[in-house]
């Protein structure tokens, strides 16, 4: 720095955070403030050069353009960020850095599994464990600062940002939201100032997951009251873990786009929930105001959009273009413009970038190493759910010959799954690899899944085929909607012609979304569901199909029995007209078909059964409005394999002031056990989580009953009535 700390305190690093920013704001002039508030795409040191000098850049995101995750881009270059920061530290009369952001979703450059993958170990640690290993690799870069997690709640297999999301419910989507704030930003004294940390970002706020249709960025159309009782909840959730950003979302919300949305973002989120971090603008979000019919031009927008809460504009350049004149006007308080920069200041300090703005040793490698390649293992096990199986699986060591077929069975950069941008095809273990490890070349078949007559000769050769099958990436993520969730084109058909010879059949399914398997399952004699894995996909599918491991992962979102029964979910609220349902659903709303979904939220197999016995209280079934009851649930392995379950404990809230879901998750607990070996799941639940928004959407508690119910999925469990007394 050029100049010392008595003319430039806030670079005084014994000072207080507060008092940091408010010296550093008191010498701003209102085009330095507004300089804060602006983002750019891919800062070039070279052309940006005089408006790094003159404060007039103050954030930028290394992205291949709108909808980066399904692009490739040229990475980030860390000097690029060393001579940016440059010109915006050394060269600047105020020395502010830069923050620069990126997109590190569910790895950086060692990838694991998509969220919606990480969702279903239902495993906190684990997934605090791989946000962090991804925030390590990323600071390599000289990345600061990334997008996730994405907590948005969804009943919309056809909406392709599900493979980003956390699950369908808002207990699952809020605990491991938090996790990856946690893992992201750290938890410890140094917070975000660790070294091998960066800020998190809790997106899209709020109901993006419910797009009309599944089509992505469409309308919604919502209550209060169910935004409230769902949608915000783990929003809330991540900003009681911490979070230091929370991303507008897309959409509008019953008319009122959420880039313009005042009372959702101010009253609500920063207000009511005292959200002190940055508010960040999606994608030119600012200026989709104008085309969402709300602005007449990107002043308007902009005026809007700093009035709503919007702290930090991305990549529309409403705020640069037109936020100072609309001060100087007197269209904008000037203090909304304090209060953004207030915050953005706020976390450049907390990240330590006014310390430490640079990238570092540019030697550094964040290539996968051995350990970071045991996280992504872990992560990718606890990633598969087996979903049928009629004995086939495991495989036995001594199977005799095995034919891999299918479009994913050679694969390597189609298993990272979406927003992947610094993941690397050749760091991915295949499933032929792995599986040729196993199996050598004289017991292992492999063919690409194309209609051949070698292909059905090979499953006649074979004593057992896996036909892995599923999604390309490309068809999940961000802008991939689709019409139909069942497999993509051709691939039923080959399933069909490979179950005609009547040999053993295990389908593997790699998806981003929930996917139509009625016809799979009655095809099959095993379906394993794979949210895409990252690096070590093939490692942990051959650690599975032979039993290494126990498939221990449980479905995060339910899975419909076609498209037609969209939505499907536990979000569904009882009705006036009650029609009673038999236990296969057989009665119900549909003339043509059965009610309950495919498969159920939570459901998973493994390689053992369980047996549950009847939840109890250990004490009284009184739960005083202040305090908490405690219920537990045996449960036994009767089978021959250790094995892991996932005890879900559930609610229902028979009369309330609003309809309430017919099942809601409460809590979960994770038994290992050894065959014959009984556990105790034990569960202490209190009053307020129960509580729920009103009729005038307050939060409440009511006295009277309550039904819980603890087992392996949303719809199977023994039931114990509580009762909420003042």
């Known amino acids: 720095m050029s100049a010392g700390h008595d003319d430039r305190p806030w670079l005084d690093p014994t000072l207080s955070v507060p008092e940091r920013v408010e010296s550093l704001l008191g010498r701003m002039t209102l085009h330095d403030k507004v300089g804060q508030t602006h983002q750019v795409a891919n800062i070039h040191p070279d052309d940006d050069a005089d408006l790094l000098r003159d404060g007039r850049i103050g954030s930028s995101l290394f992205a291949s353009g709108a909808t980066g995750g399904n692009e490739r881009d040229e990475g980030v270059l860390a000097g690029n960020i060393d001579a940016a920061q440059r010109h915006a530290t050394d060269e600047s009369r105020l020395g502010i850095p830069v923050l620069f952001g990126r997109d590190v979703i569910h790895g950086h450059r060692t990838v694991c599994p998509i969220p919606l993958g990480l969702a279903a170990s239902f495993d906190e640690a684990l997934v605090e464990e791989v946000a962090a290993l991804a925030a390590a690799e990323a600071v390599v870069d000289g990345v600061a600062w990334t997008f996730a997690p994405m907590v948005d709640l969804s009943e919309e297999p056809r909406w392709g940002r599900v493979a980003e999301s956390l699950g369908e419910t808002p207990v699952l989507s809020g605990r491991m939201a938090a996790a990856m704030v946690r893992g992201f930003q750290g938890s410890g004294a140094a917070g975000v100032a660790d070294e091998s940390r960066i800020a998190a970002c809790a997106k899209h706020f709020a109901g993006y997951g419910l797009s009309a249709g599944g089509r992505d960025y469409d309308t919604v159309s919502v209550g209060e009251n169910t935004l409230r009782n769902l ?38 989120l920063k207000g009511e929930w005292g959200f002190e971090g940055v508010v960040v603008a999606d994608w030119n979000g600012i200026g989709q105001l104008v085309f969402q019919g709300v602005a007449g031009d990107l002043r308007d927008a902009a005026r809007q959009a700093i009035e709503a809460g919007i702290d930090l504009d991305m990549c529309s350049g409403a705020y640069a273009a037109h936020l100072a004149d609309l001060v100087e006007s007197g269209e904008v308080d000037v203090a909304l413009v304090d209060d953004a920069v207030r915050r953005l200041l706020t976390l450049k300090f907390r990240l330590g ?40 699986l495991p495989l036995s060591p001594d199977v005799g010959t095995v034919h891999l077929t299918g479009p994913f069975a050679e694969a390597g950069e189609e298993l990272l799954g979406t927003w992947t941008l610094d ?8 499933p032929a690899t792995a599986f040729r490890e196993r199996l050598g070349d004289k017991r292992l078949l492999v063919t690409d899944g194309r209609f051949s007559d070698r292909a059905v000769q090979q499953v006649r050769n074979a004593d057992v085929t896996v036909a892995v099958v599923g999604e390309h990436p490309w068809r999940s993520g961000e802008a991939n909607s689709v019409t139909d969730i069942g497999l993509p084109a051709g691939q039923l058909d080959y399933l069909r012609q490979l179950s005609r010879i009547g040999k053993p059949l295990v389908v593997v399914a790699y998806t981003g979304r929930p996917l139509e398997l009625g016809e799979i399952m009655d095809l099959s004699d095993a379906v394993i569901v794979v949210w895409h894995p990252g690096v070590e996909a093939g490692t942990a599918l051959a650690d599975v199909v032979f039993g290494d491991v126990s498939p221990h992962g449980r479905l995060p979102m339910t899975f419909p029995r076609t498209t037609g029964h969209i939505p499907t979910s536990t979000h569904q609220r009882p009705t006036g007209r009650v029609i009673e349902l038999d236990e296969d659903g057989r009665l119900g709303r549909y003339l043509d078909d059965l009610v309950f979904p495919r498969l159920p939220f939570g459901h998973g197999l493994g390689y053992t059964t369980f047996e549950y016995g009847d939840l109890r209280a250990t004490g009284s079934t009184e739960l005083p409005l202040d305090g908490s009851v405690e219920v537990e649930i045996e449960v036994v392995n009767t089978g021959a394999r250790s094995g892991r379950e996932v005890v879900q404990l559930s609610f229902r809230d028979p009369v309330a002031q609003v309809t309430r879901p017919l099942t809601e998750l409460l809590d979960w607990s994770v038994l290992d056990l050894a065959p014959g070996e009984k556990g105790t799941a034990t569960f202490t639940v209190r009053a307020d989580q129960l509580a729920y928004h009103g009729r ?31």
């Open 353 to 392: 970038l006014f310390e430490k703005p640079f990238v570092g040793d540019p030697g550094r490698s964040n290539a996968p190493t051995a350990q970071s390649r045991a996280v992504a293992l872990r992560a990718a096990r606890a990633a598969h759910v087996l979903v049928s199986n009629n004995g086939v």
């Open 423 to 430: 993941g690397r095809g050749e760091d991915v273990v295949a």
């Open 696 to 726: 005038d959407n307050v939060l409440r508690v009511d006295p009277g009953e309550i039904v819980l119910s603890a087992g392996p999925d949303a719809l199977h469990g023994s039931r114990l009535t509580v009762s909420v007394t003042p």
């Open 231 to 268: 949608h915000l909840r783990p929003f809330r959730t991540a900003v009681d873990a911490g979070v230091c950003t929370v991303m507008a979302a897309f959409n509008d919300v019953d008319g009122i786009p959420m880039h313009a949305h005042r009372h959702l973002l101010r009253d609500v």
